[in-house]
Structures are given as C-alpha cells and as structure tokens.
C-alpha cells in the first residue's frame, strides 16, 4: 500500500480506477490518439498546450521540471509535480549546476501563491529512490518525459498510452511550435540511453500494454536504438 503523503502515494488516488495511463510528451506526434488519451489518466510534461488534434484534451497531472520558464504563470485546475527531487545530494553528482533545486522551490512558492497544488519530494520520499535508480541506470539525470513513463510504470497500469516523445531526434523541438526548431538536450541528459532502455521495456514487458504514436516508434526501431 502506498503512503497517501508521499508523491507517489498522491498521483496513485488522483489516478485510481483508471486502467491506463497517456504520459503526453512536447515533441511532435503523428497518430491521433486522443481517445484514448481522454479516457485514461493524463499526465502532459512541463509547458504544454491543448487544442491539437491528436493528443486530446484532457489533463490530470502536470509532471514538471520546475524551471521557472515552464511553469504556468496562473493558477490551474490540474495538480503539478515536481519531477525531481528537492535534495542536492541526490542529483549533484550528474551535472555541475548546484543549485537547481533552488529555482525548483522558487517555482513551488509562486505557484503555491497563486493557488495551486503543487507536489515536490524530497529524500524521504519512496520517489527519491526511483529518480536515484533511474539517475544510476542512466549515468545521467532523467528527462521530465523518462520520469513520466516510469511513473506510469511504478503505478502498474494495464495500458500505458505514449506520444510525443522524439528523443531529440526530429528537426521540430515541440508539437506547438511548428517554427521552433530542435534543440540540443542539456548536457546533464541522455536521451540516446533513455531511448534504448523504454524500446527494451516495450519490447521485453509481457504485464502491460503500450500505445505508441507511430513517429515514436519508428525512433525506437532505429538499429542504433538497440541496447
């Protein structure tokens, strides 16, 4: 039984009695899916923006890196957490900038104010040992989408429904800015390891089912995704 305290324990009452799971990432899509992302628990990473054919129109969770450029500047109608831990130790020996959890609890006290449900975790948190894992895993820290879908996976949801997630492969960095071009990640990110490992989840677990936009999955047969 989860701790209704903890940040995993909040998201699994927001999310009970949905069998399926749609973590919505910001990179382009080429299926429409908003079926059956509106029927399932939504979870859409950082900025986002609603309104597109293809990805529905629903939210349930905002899973967020904190960065003050991504957080909303008013208040929402769906709760936000935080992606990362609060703790430094946790996270400072996979980039050299010290001090992010200071802009993430920066954000948490300004969306707080405005009225929002905002979530963080600590090295308490059962969490912390999930991004700690992913974090050794990866030799690198997570991206916000990596940690959606393995929340998706922790909380054990029959159908876990993906989109937008591109690994920063294509040449449009999101869905919603069709004149943005891509980016490189942040150095302290692997999207390339991040890649072959959720290919080696699709490809290998026989106790789910996974809905992929069909851009994502032509990444993820790529010859060079392989492990």
Same mark, same amino acid.
């Given at each position: 039984?989860?701790?209704?305290?903890?940040?995993?324990?909040?998201?699994?009452?927001?999310? @009970? =009695?949905?069998?399926? #799971?749609?973590?919505?990432?910001?990179?382009?899509? @080429?299926?429409?899916?908003? $079926?059956?992302?509106? @029927?399932?628990? &939504?979870?859409?990473?950082?900025?986002?923006?609603?309104?597109?054919?293809?990805?529905?129109?629903?939210?349930?969770?905002? !899973?967020?890196?904190?960065?003050?450029?991504?957080? /909303?500047?008013?208040?929402?109608? %769906?709760?936000?957490?935080?992606?990362?831990?609060?703790?430094?130790?946790?996270?400072?020996?996979?980039?050299?900038?010290?001090?992010?959890?200071?802009? %993430?609890?920066?954000?948490?006290?300004? !969306?707080?104010? !405005?009225?929002?449900? &905002? %979530?963080?975790?600590?090295?308490?948190?059962?969490?912390?040992?999930?991004? @700690?894992?992913? #974090?050794?895993?990866? =030799?690198?820290?997570?991206?916000?989408?990596?940690?959606?879908?393995?929340?998706?996976?922790?909380?054990?949801?029959?159908?876990?429904?993906?989109? =937008?997630?591109?690994?920063?492969?294509?040449?449009?960095?999101?869905?919603?800015? $069709?004149?943005?071009?891509?980016? /490189?990640?942040?150095?302290?990110?692997? /999207?390339?390891?991040?890649? &072959?490992? &959720?290919?080696? %989840?699709? $490809?290998?677990?026989?106790?789910?089912?996974?809905?992929?936009?069909?851009?994502?999955?032509?990444?993820?047969?790529? /010859?060079?995704?392989?492990?």
């Amino acid at each position: 039984m989860l701790n209704a305290d903890t940040a995993i324990g909040r998201m699994a009452r927001l999310a @009970a =009695g949905r069998p399926s #799971c749609a973590v919505v990432g910001n990179g382009p899509f @080429a299926s429409n899916l908003s $079926e059956q992302i509106d @029927a399932a628990f &939504v979870v859409r990473c950082n900025s986002f923006a609603l309104g597109f054919l293809g990805i529905g129109n629903r939210v349930d969770l905002n !899973l967020s890196s904190l960065y003050h450029e991504v957080v /909303p500047d008013r208040r929402v109608a %769906w709760p936000i957490l935080g992606a990362f831990p609060t703790t430094p130790s946790l996270f400072e020996n996979y980039t050299t900038l010290r001090d992010m959890h200071v802009d %993430w609890l920066s954000s948490r006290k300004r !969306l707080t104010a !405005l009225g929002n449900q &905002v %979530w963080t975790y600590s090295e308490e948190d059962p969490l912390a040992t999930v991004f @700690a894992d992913a #974090c050794i895993s990866l =030799g690198a820290l997570p991206t916000v989408g990596f940690m959606g879908i393995l929340l998706a996976r922790l909380l054990r949801f029959r159908t876990i429904i993906l989109t =937008g997630f591109t690994f920063f492969v294509t040449s449009r960095a999101h869905y919603f800015a $069709e004149d943005k071009v891509a980016f /490189p990640p942040a150095y302290h990110h692997r /999207p390339d390891r991040e890649r &072959v490992v &959720v290919r080696q %989840w699709v $490809e290998t677990d026989r106790t789910r089912i996974y809905m992929l936009d069909t851009l994502m999955a032509s990444i993820l047969e790529a /010859p060079e995704c392989r492990p």
